[in-house]
Structure formats: C-alpha cells, structure tokens
C-alpha cells in the first residue's frame, strides 16, 4: 500500500476544525482506509450501485447498526432529531439499606 495521503491534495473537508475522534471512530476511520487501499490495488469487487454493501465492507459494522444509524440520519435531516444518538452510561442502582433491629434484645 502506497503511503498515507500523499500528493498533499487537502480536501475542503479535512480543512475543518479538528474533533475529538474515539476508539470505535479510529476503527472504523482504518477498516475504510484499508478497504479503499484494497480497491485502489485489486480494482472494486463490490459494484458502486450496491451502496449497503459497500458500507457494510467498508466499515465493518453490522447491517442491522447501519439500518439504525441511516433511520437517525433521516430524522436529523427532517429535524425531528438534533443530533446522533449516543449509547447511555448506565448508573448504578443505589442500595437501599433496611434498618437494622437490634440483636441485643
């Protein structure tokens, strides 16, 4: 494989303010670099009409995850929602101590 973005051709995208990029977007920032190194050497095994499929090899997430993600897209689109979704924290539960009777009795 050639070497990381060369030519220096900056796109208008990259120009952008940076953003904090996690563990699951570094993984699937690498699985679409390797998947479009691999067509730029063996040419596209997957047609560019077969969108989903592309997707799915190019990023490595399931098709049920890309199903969810592209319904969130659309209510962003049409406003009915702000922003992605998130998974939430989950909390945990507080225990509630019964009191306690005394044992010297």
């Known amino acids: 494989m050639a070497g990381l973005c060369e030519g220096g051709n900056e796109l208008p995208g990259s120009l952008k303010a940076s ?7 570094h993984e699937i920032a690498y ?9 730029a050497v063996n040419g596209m ?10 997707v799915l090899a190019a990023t490595g997430i399931s098709k049920q ?8 897209g659309k209510n962003i689109e049409a406003g009915t929602a702000d922003s992605f979704s998130s998974p939430e924290k989950s909390q945990p ?7 306690v009777d005394s044992f010297d009795e």
């Open 93 to 99: 539960k507080k225990k509630i101590v019964a009191a």
């Open 65 to 72: 995850t890309l199903a969810r993600i592209r319904k969130e």
């Open 31 to 39: 699985n679409v670099w390797k998947f479009m190194s691999e067509e």
């Open 19 to 25: 953003k904090v990029v996690h563990s699951q977007g």
């Open 45 to 54: 095994p997957i047609p560019l009409k077969s969108v989903c499929a592309r």
